[in-house]
């Protein structure tokens, strides 16, 4: 499965984007999709997941009431609307696919992952 972020940028706060990850190589609904962000020097952090089919979410305290993940299984492709950004949302956001069914939240339990979509919030 081949993964291919995009919809970064630069945002002042308070701002909104979407971020896309259009799939491609697989069962687009047979996996999860999750939604990750890194800074430098700290671990890749989770954002938010989606399930298969009936499209239930979770999302990190951080991003709840701010961020919408949703997905299009007929175009093979998840998204992440993003309002009310803040500067602390910088980093380089990740989309991922899982096939398993434990461990939403952790890094570990992804097998594919999209290149990264570089998101900066400005003051």
């Known amino acids: 499965v081949q993964l291919q972020a995009s919809g970064g940028g630069l945002v002042q706060a308070g701002g909104s984007l979407r971020l896309s990850c259009a799939a491609s190589g697989g069962t687009f609904s047979s996996f999860r999709m999750g939604w990750f962000r890194q800074v430098p020097g700290k671990e890749r952090e989770f954002v938010a997941v989606?399930?298969?089919?009936?499209?239930?979410?979770e999302y990190a305290d951080a991003v709840k009431g701010r961020f919408t993940i949703s997905r299009d299984n007929a175009k093979n492709t998840v998204y992440l609307q993003m309002n009310s950004l803040k500067t602390e949302d910088t980093g380089v956001y990740y989309c991922?696919?899982?096939?398993?069914?434990?461990?939403?939240?952790?890094?570990?339990?992804?097998?594919?992952w999209g290149q990264g979509t570089q998101v900066t919030v400005s003051s």
């Open positions: 991922a696919a899982s096939s398993g069914y434990s461990g939403t939240s952790k890094p570990s339990a992804y097998e594919y």
């Open positions: 989606i399930s298969r089919i009936y499209g239930g979410t």
